[in-house]
């Protein structure tokens, strides 16, 4: 019985947490190589569109504000030694590039540069290659 009961126990715990835990951002993460850490999340995000109807290859880099660079510097940080990988974004990413240099190529689409100070956006289902050019840090947002 008291076995009996520690069962149900569990499962009632169990039926309280799992609504919570998938709720939360991020679910769980995993590794996408030895340095690079891939989040996932439960909350769903709209890639952005292009007019014909694909989804948007174009990164967009521009020098931030400073209400932009304090904002970027309460986000997490991530870091990657010299490199080169696959990336695709299931959701829209922020980030400021801390230190570092990178070519970010879309697939089917032209290279882009980022260089430490730069802020970048790249859109929900975008595929590229990262080719990290040196060892960068970057403070990065999803939405």
């Known amino acids: 019985a008291e076995t009996a009961m520690r069962g149900v126990l569990f499962l009632a715990l169990v039926a309280l947490v799992l609504p919570l835990a998938t709720a939360s951002t991020p679910a769980f993460a995993s590794l996408a190589g030895p340095t690079n850490l891939r989040l996932r999340t439960t909350k769903a995000y709209t890639p952005l569109r292009?007019?014909?109807?694909?989804?948007?290859?174009?990164?967009?880099?521009?020098?931030?504000t400073?209400?932009?660079k304090a904002k970027a510097q309460k986000w997490p940080t991530w870091g990657c030694e010299v490199s080169k990988f696959p990336w695709s974004y299931d959701q829209n990413e922020t980030c400021l590039l801390i230190t570092g240099e990178v070519t970010v190529?879309?697939?089917?689409?032209e290279p882009v540069e980022i260089k430490a100070g730069d802020m970048?956006?790249?859109?929900?289902?975008?595929?590229?290659?990262?080719d990290v050019k040196k060892t960068l840090s970057k403070h990065y947002n999803f939405f």
């Open 105 to 109: 190529t879309p697939n089917g689409g």
């Open 66 to 68: 400073e209400e932009e």
């Open 120 to 130: 970048a956006t790249f859109p929900a289902g975008m595929s590229c290659t990262w």
């Open 50 to 64: 292009m007019s014909g109807g694909g989804v948007s290859t174009k990164i967009e880099v521009k020098q931030p």
